[in-house]
Nanobody
Framework: QVPMVESGGGSVQVGGSLRLSCTAS????????MGWFRQAPGQRREEIAG???????TYAGDVKGRFTISKDNVTNILYLQMNNLKPEDAAQYYC??????????????????????WGKGTLVTISS
């Protein structure tokens, strides 16, 4: 597990866009997968997008077509471009990175990481 630092959150109107960034505060390995997660108040953390070391991506159903995950392979910064934001997208957003062999399996497993792993996250609020 690689500690990460998230940024880029803010308040936007319904239908607006935001781009989140995530920087590793530790050493990223060649086989690392990276992913975005979010947690709304009173809800469990959920996985929303992931990218593996080959650039393959996966998305949760409710963000597919609206969100795009990408990674700068030079700087190792992870991005999440969020378009057409909806009220239900309001949440604290987190990122994670770890060695993985199957991206979708890792995204589900990462939900079990202890609270001491997760960074502060970045808050996204949506106004109508």
């Amino acid at each position: 597990q690689v500690p990460m630092v998230e940024s880029g959150g803010g308040s936007v109107q319904v239908g607006g866009s935001l781009r989140l960034s995530c920087t590793a505060s530790g050493f990223l390995r060649k086989g690392d997968c990276m992913g975005w997660f979010r947690q709304a108040p009173g809800q469990r953390r959920e996985e929303i997008a992931g990218i593996d070391s080959h650039g393959a991506t996966t998305y949760a159903g409710d963000v597919k077509g609206r969100f795009t995950i990408s990674k700068d392979n030079v700087t190792n910064i992870l991005y999440l471009q969020m378009n057409n934001l909806k009220p239900e997208d309001a949440a604290q957003y987190y990122c994670a990175a770890d060695i993985c062999f199957n991206l979708q399996s890792w995204l589900r497993m990462a939900l079990n990481y202890g609270e001491d792993y997760w960074g502060k996250g970045t808050l996204v609020t949506i106004s109508s």
